[in-house]
């Protein structure tokens, strides 16, 4: 059966304040169901869509459930039908006892927002249970001298059923003495009075034996039945009378078994036997039979067992006080059971998320409910967590409570909270209760790579290998999982000079560096480019640094000698006159080396001589010098080698090889060597007539050059002169083999001219003008490309 239900309609808000303000306005309202006892499990009760005015799709979605104190399940939701059914069969009596009318309170939790609905199902008595009296057979002692119209009370049928199904009429089986009145308790409660319509004569009959029937109000009506025996005395004057005829006591819950409860004293002015009084209960139910006992001579009355406030807060004792006569009297007992607090508080959690996304504020992590059985401050509650913590606790409805953040969370700056929630009575001594609940924050990617370092600078050794390692770059994520895995990337320079791919590469997963070609310092000194590294996570973040490889110079080139040339059609010949001091300066030997640094430094030095000790070479800038003078002794014709060493390691070297032509004047210009006449002999090869034809172009020009130049000196000084000279290279060299330092690199072009001066004269190097330089330079650099 279901009763007519009130429809609520809740409306999807954005933020959690204003759900969570709603709910505790729609707390006040109550769905109400009831149902028969004893329904099979599956019965339906209710359709709960229809009632909370959602659609079936809707009720799913947001995961409804059903919420029962101390998370018993009674009822449960039907999902594809939205229908509210019962779990298991329901026995009202075992789960309100005499308690009229039976309400199981309960609630419906709706999730995505969250949302309390308070509901109430009552069950419904059905007429199970027939009348059942606590003794076959009723004793009744009366007197003959009663007089008609004397009332007796009978002992109660007890009926486990409530409301009409309970015991609604006693009747007595036909007889000529008595009559039967069904009187009603002050608790609502009916019991039977048998009425004395006739006077008993005991010596016409002793006794009577008739049958007390007890009937509940069902359809049909259950019975119970019991025999009274009535026993016929003789005349006893004075019935037994209590003290008092109502005694009232109070008895904490927690008093032990066999605790005195009071005592009932009754007294007879007869004596004898039928003064002599004997205490029982009478009309008594089973929870006080089962709860007290009375001691039948002194009429103390005492605990049975432990007394339960939360089960049952209050007890009406019937006690009979009996003499020897068969006469008897009555008084009631109101015991009030009262409350201390022996139940903590009780937490139940309907809703638990163990994972919170970082960076979202006001998100729900819990839904409990609290309770406590006992009642004023003993039942009281207060609920907190612990301080400093960025959660708040909001309280819902009516002992229901939402653990929420409060602001956003940083699973960066902390990862995991344990928060305890207690809840505390309010009683004496105050109990509590605590659940620990562990929230561990789940990683957002709100965090990008970072390197180590802004910028990275790696050396790598010219002529290195392929795939050498030549570095690593590193990048940390301070986020978790998938969002701190960091992939690396090169990113090439706008306008790169070489491909960057074809120089480095880079392993995505660790951040090494390999050279994917063998570099020359003498190509390429630097690069530069900059490397990424991106997380793996959505969306993916991003971080970039520098890195700059410099080129450092191996020492993998050898001196190149620039002057004297080796390759000249004519080996050159430089004249010395015997007359020459020490120190004479012969020529001066010019290299070149492409490395750089110390690789470069030149040193010059003196390999072989015709003549040991007859010239030296300055070892800084190459000069060839006579070393002593000159004598008739000497050879005329001296060869010379010149060892070029560079400071490399190891130290790469040059010779080139110089022809003296010792003479006593300047009269014989020019001597070949014995290796020119040989050569001379020889039949030329394509390339050297070339370079003849050059030579014999540029040295028609500078005959005449020559010749007008002698000219021009012999009108002013009167003298002559020749001169013998040998090919010298010009022309402009790459910047980075400019040395100005001093170390024997060539700096600048020079042009040697060699003249015989007249009379005591002696011969000196003598520079050109530049602008014969200028003249002959395009000659001579088209003469060095044949070479």
Known sequence: METPLPKVTQKRQVTAIIILLLLREAGGQIIKYSVLEERDSGSFVANLAKDLGLGLGELVSRGA??????NKQHLQIEQKSGNLILKEKLDREDLCGDTDPCILHFQVLLKNPVQFIQCELQIQDVNDHAPEFLENEILLKISESSHPGSAYPLKIAQDLDVGSNTVQNYTISSNFHFHLFTRNHSDGRKYPELVLDQELDREEQPELRLTLTAMDGGSPPKTGTSQVLIIVLDINDNAPEFAQQLYQVQVPENSPIGSLVITVSARDLDAGIHGELSYSFFQSSNQVIQAFEVNTV?????????????????????????DGGGLSGKCTVAVEVMDVNDNAPELTI???INDIPENTPDTVVAVFGISDSDTGNNGKMMC????HLPFLLKLTIENFYTLITEGALDREEKAEYNITITVTDM????????????????????NAPAFTQTSYTLWVRENNSPALHIGSVSATDTDAGANAQVTYSLLPPPDPIVPLASLVSINPDNGHLFALTSLDYEALRAFEFRVGATDRGSPALSSQALVRVLVADANDNAPFVLYPLQNASAPCTELVPR??????????????????????WLSYQLLKATEPGLFGVWAHNGEVRTARLLSERDAPKQRL??????????????????????VDGFSQPYLPPPEAEAAAAAPADPLTVYLVVALASVS??????????????LCRRGGAGSAGRCPVPEGHFPGHLVDVSGTGTLSQSYHYEVCLMGGTGSGEFKFLKPIINAFLRDSRELALSLM
């Open 384 to 387: 907190s967590i612990q301080d």
């Open 579 to 600: 007359a020459a001091e020490p120190g004479y300066l012969v020529t001066k030997v010019v290299a070149v080396d492409g490395d750089a640094g110390q690789n470069a």
């Open 298 to 322: 002194t009429g103390d009355i005492r605990l049975k067992k432990k007394l339960d406030f939360e089960e049952i807060r209050s007890y009406h004792i019937e006690i009979e006080a009996s």
């Open 65 to 70: 459930r059903i919420l029962f104190k101390g």
């Open 350 to 352: 309907s809703l638990l």
């Open 700 to 713: 028609s020009l500078f005959l005449f050059s020559v010749l007008v130049f002698v000219a021009v000196r």
């Open 641 to 662: 080698v010149v060892l070029v060493k560079d400071n490399g390691e190891p130290p790469l070297s040059a010779s080139v090889t110089l022809h003296v032509l010792l």
């Open 427 to 446: 009683g004496t001594p105050r109990l509590k209760t605590e659940h620990n609940i562990t929230v561990l924050v789940a990683d957002v990617n709100d």
